[in-house]
């Protein structure tokens, strides 16, 4: 599953790469793909992602794997980025891991933010390394210390959390949104009793 912002312009885009380098996605051939449009953090966009195709079942599912890019740079955005990671990522007993990319030509400021945020709700960030592209010898080169900012810059790291972690960020969403937001409290609650039993 692709998303992207739900423009539709985006999407036919994505829906066009797929196709080109995967070929059209059909459940026989056993190569199913989906695009569709997401808005972090919002309840029925989440729903959406939980229950939509390629599943054939008719249950919520988590996803084992969140390839995540270009994502950190709007720091407001953060807070919404993690509920939609937590609703949707397998915890890490299960296998669920997020790898992140992030251009760094604005600095770092913005990744340390969102790995500071995250470290804060629970989850383990491994920073991998930051790398350019070498375009001499066709290879993405692996920076050290005091080379990390400037163009072309992409910072690469992992995110991960535990199933302990997860409930304690759906209850802690779940009283500060109990007011303001009765479809995302529900989803959240329901996110937790998920996970409750399925011990």
Same mark, same amino acid.
């Given at each position: ?91 890490? /007993? !299960? *296998? ?7 251009? =760094?030509?604005? #600095? %770092?400021?913005?990744?340390?933010? +969102?790995? &500071? ?30 080379? /990390? !900012? *400037? ?7 992992? =995110?991960?959390? #535990? %199933?302990?972690?997860?409930?304690? +960020?759906? &209850? ?28």
């Amino acid at each position: 599953m692709s998303t992207d912002f739900g423009s539709q312009g985006i999407l036919q885009a994505l829906e066009e790469n797929l196709e080109t380098n995967l070929g059209p996605s059909s459940s026989t051939s056993g190569l199913s793909w989906s695009v569709l449009g997401h808005e972090w953090g919002t309840a029925a966009s989440i729903e959406t992602m939980l229950l939509s195709p390629p599943s054939t079942s008719t249950s919520p599912r988590r996803f084992s794997t969140l390839l995540l890019s270009d994502l950190l740079y709007y720091t407001a955005g953060h807070s919404s980025l993690l509920t939609s990671i937590f609703a949707l990522l397998s915890p890490s /007993e !299960e *296998g669920g891991l997020a790898h992140f990319t992030a251009g =760094l030509h604005g #600095g %770092r400021g913005a990744v340390d933010r +969102f790995v &500071e945020l995250a470290r804060g709700r629970g989850c383990a960030v491994e920073e991998k390394e930051v790398v350019v592209w070498d375009s001499g010898n066709e290879v993405w080169k692996v920076l050290g210390k005091g080379e /990390e !900012e *400037g163009e072309g810059r992409v910072w690469r790291g992992v =995110l991960r959390f #535990g %199933r302990r972690e997860l409930e304690a +960020f759906c &209850e802690g969403e779940l009283r500060e949104r109990e007011y303001r937001d009765a479809s995302f409290s529900s989803l959240l609650f329901f996110l937790s009793s998920l996970f409750r039993s399925s011990r």
